[in-house]
Nanobody
Framework: QVQLVESGGGLVQAGGSLRLSCAASGSVFSFNAMGWYRQAPGKQRELVAMITSGGTTNYANSVKGRSAISRDNAKNTVYLQMNSLKPEDTAVYYC?????????WGQGTQVTVSS
């Protein structure tokens, strides 16, 4: 059973930074891709950033240039560094990990950006 545990969310002022962490119970090498989605109240869940097992990254246009996704294979952890945060970045952020047979989700961590 794969478990993903997120941390690093919280309340931050606009212009500030946060680093989200997602620790996986299995080796990250078993995942084709890992990344982050977010869901704001009343909105659909959207992809924020992802990183493949080969190291290819992809970002939503709304966070491109302000965010960086990375992984530490030794710690089975994926990170999302978010800078220059805006109130519209306020959402619950969910970590995911995808294998060839399933996509696993974390429970989510709240990010609130005050203006």
């Amino acid at each position: 059973q794969v478990q993903l545990v997120e941390s690093g969310g919280g309340l931050v002022q606009a212009g500030g930074s946060l680093r989200l962490s997602c620790a996986a119970s299995g080796s990250v090498f078993s995942f084709n891709a890992m990344g982050w989605y977010r869901q704001a109240p009343g909105k659909q869940r959207e992809l924020v950033a992802m990183i493949t097992s080969g190291g290819t990254t992809n970002y939503a246009n709304s966070v491109k240039g302000r965010s960086a996704i990375s992984r530490d294979n030794a710690k089975n952890t994926v990170y999302l560094q978010m800078n220059s945060l805006k109130p519209e970045d306020t959402a619950v952020y969910y970590c995911y990990a995808r294998t060839i047979v399933a996509t696993h989700w974390g429970q989510g961590t709240q990010v609130t950006v005050s203006s």
